[in-house]
Each structure stands twice: as C-alpha cells, then as structure tokens.
C-alpha cells in the first residue's frame, strides 16, 4: 500500500559526508512523523533521527551536532544529511514513516528496504 525508497547510501572515508534520501509513495493520506533508523551486524536497530510534521526534530545522542534530518511535506520526502562520519555510523539506514492511508484502511508504521552506509577509517 504504501513503499519507502531510500537512497544515497555508500562507501564514505571517516569524516566525510553523505546525504541519504527517503521517497514514499503509494495510498498516502498524509504522513505524521518521519524518520531513519540504522542497525549494524549484530546489533539492535536504533533511532537515528526523526521529523515531526509540525516541524520539530529529534536526534539520537551519537549523532547530535553531525546529523541533520530535513523533510519536504509536499513530496512526502525526508532527507538525512551525514556529517563528519565516523566508522561507528557504518550500518544500514532504514526509513520509517508513520502514514494515514487513502480509504478506511487507518494507519500504518511503514519501513523501507534500508540503504547500506559504510564509513571507513
């Protein structure tokens, strides 16, 4: 019913940067909050970032000071810009969107596939 399609993911030497991108698409109504999470091997999948329709913004502690995450309401597109990486950022990137469908169908906690970030040192 409703897809999340991210991009931008990559190879990226330590204190560099990257941008990912996060298109959904499919029954939307509207979209509430919007998000990433990232989950390395062996580890439990994490907050990175997420924005709030109404604007506000909330960061994981890791990655407060070097991540921004942007939102384009009209193109139901969030974006997360990635600054001065660190090999510990290495994981894959999954956006997240808490979206009301077209129809009765209510509301749905919706996932992308995950875009692999990989920061080398």
């Known amino acids: 019913q409703v897809q999340l399609v991210e991009s931008g993911g990559g190879l990226v030497q330590a204190g560099g940067s990257l941008r990912l991108s996060c298109a959904a698409s499919?029954?939307?109504?509207?979209?509430?909050?919007m998000g990433w999470y990232r989950q390395a091997p062996g580890k439990q999948r994490e907050l990175v970032a997420v924005?709030?329709?109404?604007?506000?913004?909330n960061y994981a502690d890791t990655v407060k000071g070097r991540f921004a995450i942007s939102r384009d309401i009209a193109k139901d597109t969030v974006y997360l810009q990635m600054n001065s990486l660190k090999p510990e950022d290495t994981a894959i990137y999954y956006c997240?969107?808490?979206?009301?469908?077209?129809?009765?169908?209510?509301?749905?906690?919706?996932w992308g596939r995950g875009t692999l970030v990989t920061v080398s040192s």
């Open positions: 499919g029954r939307i109504f509207s979209i509430n909050n």
């Open positions: 997240n969107a808490g979206v009301n469908i077209l129809g009765p169908g209510g509301y749905l906690d919706v």
């Open positions: 924005s709030m329709r109404g604007g506000s913004t």
